[in-house]
Nanobody, 121 residues
Framework: VQLQAFGGGLVQPGGYLRLSCAAS????????MGWYRQAPGKQRELVAA???????DYADSVKGRFTISRDNAKNMVYLQMNSLKPEDTAVYYC????????????????WGQGTQLTVSS
């Protein structure tokens, strides 16, 4: 499976943005899809994950602000980000895994290139 993330950019604090990730290749094998982020000098961290059945998991730092969704017919996963904060600045990556637990433990099936989000005034 190949993953292509896009939609990053520069946003002011309090603003919003939606990231998208397109999957191609052997997509029928995808169960969980997710988003990770990595800020300069920090370890990458899970942002959100979703299964093909719609079960979702979020990092505590984004609960109530970010929403992950998925269009199985289009092989797309989205991350709607609201009330953005400067600490959300990072490169965001999409990934797939056999389960949410696999995504959470970084046992990835696929990993895509990142898209940069910068939250700054």
């Amino acid at each position: 499976v190949q993953l292509q993330a896009f939609g990053g950019g520069l946003v002011q604090p309090g603003g919003y943005l939606r990231l998208s990730c397109a999957a191609s290749g052997t997509v029928f094998s995808i169960n969980a899809m997710g988003w990770y982020r990595q800020a300069p000098g920090k370890q990458r961290e899970l942002v959100a994950a979703i299964t093909s059945g719609g079960t979702k998991d979020y990092a505590d730092s984004v609960k109530g602000r970010f929403t992950i969704s998925r269009d199985n017919a289009k092989n797309m996963v989205y991350l709607q980000m609201n009330s953005l904060k400067p600490e959300d600045t990072a490169v965001y990556y999409c990934c797939t895994g056999g389960s949410i637990a696999a995504v959470r433990t970084q046992n990835f099936a696929s990993w895509g290139q990142g898209t940069q989000l910068t939250v700054s005034s």
